[in-house]
Each structure stands twice: as C-alpha cells, then as structure tokens.
C-alpha cells in the first residue's frame, strides 16, 4: 500500500479546491448554513494558516488547516479526507502534523468546533486527547456544535 505524505502546502490547487468543495457539500448535508463554520479559500491563504495537504500516490487525499488566534492558540479548520481515502489513517496523520507544527511554533493549547453528527471526527479527537470546553472565539452555544481543546506539550 503505498504511504501517505503530510506536508505544508498552498491550499490553491485545484485538487485541494475539490477536496474543499467535498467538505462543503458534506457539511451541507449534515448542518444548516447557521451551523456550519466553515473558512473560505482566501482565509487559508493568511500568513497566520498553517495549511497540510496528505496525499497517496501524489494524490490529494486530504487536508486540514492550524489557523493561530492570537491568544497562544491555534484552532483546527477545514479538516477534511477523501471518502476514498477513508480508512488509511489520514486523519490521524493530519492530526499528528498539526499538533507538531503547533509544539514547534509554541501555541499553549489547539482548539476545535465540530459537528455532533460526525461520530468520526469526534472519536479522532477523543482518541487524541481532545476534551470538550465552551465555545470560545467569536462562536456561540450551538447544540450541533461540539467544542474541543487540547494543551500543546513541550518538547524536553
């Protein structure tokens, strides 16, 4: 099985516009537009945006975003795979990259919004230390909406 690669990209390629486009179109489905908390292109493109594309096969199979808030955090945005690539750990290994980045740029914690009706997403986290808060930011109580934090540990 061939391996997959994590590394910061440009999120202006038409591969990564599909991929953003899929996650869309999947939220859409799930949410309605109120509750759907979603960045635009442009928005990926500021200098603040640490923006990860995986691929296989140099195929763009997914992407995520460590977006930093100014306060010694930074929220995950745009987390999306493939659902052809759906089961190869992708997410795990997207996740992995960001919270390195996160520990090489010294934020103190990564937080998170997600929705209630992704089982997926929510055990991705869960499983990697992530625990529900408040909502924090410019984000309001939303009962589709899931909020979740984790400390960045230092390196020795």
Do not use: W
Not at 49 to 60: E, I, N, T, Y
Not at 72 to 88: H, N, Q, S, Y
Not at 127 to 156: C, I, N, Q, W
């Amino acid at each position: 099985m061939p391996a997959v690669t994590i590394a910061l990209e440009p999120p202006r390629q038409s591969a990564v516009v599909r991929l953003l486009e899929l996650s869309d179109a999947y939220a859409a489905s799930l949410y309605p537009a109120e509750s759907n908390h979603m960045v635009d292109l442009s928005s990926l493109e500021q200098p603040a945006v640490s923006f990860f594309v995986a691929r296989r096969d140099g195929d763009v199979v997914g992407c995520c975003a460590l977006v930093e808030a100014g306060d010694g955090t930074a929220e995950i945005k745009r987390m999306f795979v493939d659902p052809e690539a759906r089961g190869l750990r992708v997410g795990k290994l997207l996740l992995e990259a960001l919270e390195a980045q996160a520990e090489q740029v010294g934020f103190q914690a990564i937080r998170l919004e997600t929705g209630i009706h992704q089982p997926e997403a929510i055990n991705l986290y869960k499983t990697a230390g992530y625990v529900e808060r408040p909502p924090f930011g410019d984000y309001r109580p939303d009962p589709l909406s899931l909020f979740m934090e984790k400390p960045v540990r230092r390196a020795a």
